[in-house]
């Protein structure tokens, strides 16, 4: 079992639909990142999170360390939010981040 | 700023040549990290710098070297390439562990024949 799993692995919403990508980790963690990938693209980082709710624009991640999860939401989901959603948590004892294997977006107009 | 590149962009090797992946950075950054990308997989550790002259490995190490004789620069070596060495190989840069915002490079697409 992977130590970080994000469901679903692929997801295609209608334009303005609201978009939650789950994250459920099963290692001690200090850290958690949302990363985005466009096709073909490099990847940045949206997010890190260690406790509670952080906001950008329309995106929000949210964290719950005792439950070991977190979610990604999209509000007023938009064509341009194509692409892949990846978590990553930092794994308490080690120096290096561990990754899920993404969920493909698709937002169609 | 340039923040972190990668050279080159797109590489086509031959079963058992070698070749070095470049990855630069100006930001100053202590931790360095090098992965592979591989259809239907997360991203793989390769190897990892927590400082000049500190290198360690990860979780998939075999067939690549690296070494960190500045802060800026951290290449990935393949000694004797493999047609599984084929993949879309990242470099990432962060100010520390943990707690660090994570930047990376714009990806080398590899391909061995």
């Known amino acids: 079992k992977n130590e970080v799993e994000q469901s679903p692995q692929n997801l295609t919403a209608q334009e303005g639909e609201f978009i939650t990508i789950n994250c459920s980790y099963s290692v001690g963690i200090s850290a958690l990142h949302w990363l985005q990938q466009h096709p073909g693209g490099g990847i940045v980082s949206l997010f890190m999170?260690?406790?509670g709710k952080k906001k950008h624009g329309r995106l929000i991640a949210t964290i719950n360390i005792q439950e070991k999860h977190s979610s990604l939401h999209i509000t007023a989901s938009h064509p341009r939010d194509s692409a892949v959603y990846i978590c990553?948590?930092?794994?308490?004892?080690?120096?290096?981040?561990?990754f899920g294997t993404g969920t493909l977006l698709a937002v169609q107009p | 700023n340039a923040g972190v590149t990668q050279t080159p962009k797109f590489q086509v090797l031959k079963t058992g040549q070698s070749m070095t992946l470049q990855c630069a950075q100006d930001m100053n950054h202590e931790y360095m990290s090098w992965y592979r990308q591989d259809p239907g997989m997360g991203l793989r550790l390769i190897h990892y710098s927590v400082g000049a002259g500190i290198t360690d490995q990860g979780e998939v190490p075999n067939g690549y070297n690296v070494s960190r004789s500045t802060t800026e620069d951290f290449p990935l070596r393949l000694l004797s390439a493999a047609p599984s060495q084929t993949s879309v190989y990242f470099c990432?840069?962060?100010?520390?562990?943990?707690?660090?915002?994570?930047?990376f490079g714009p990806g080398t697409r590899l391909t061995v024949l």
């Open positions: 999170l260690s406790s």
């Open positions: 990553a948590v930092w794994g308490g004892a080690t120096n290096k981040l561990i």
């Open positions: 990432a840069t962060s100010g520390g562990l943990s707690y660090n915002e994570q930047f």
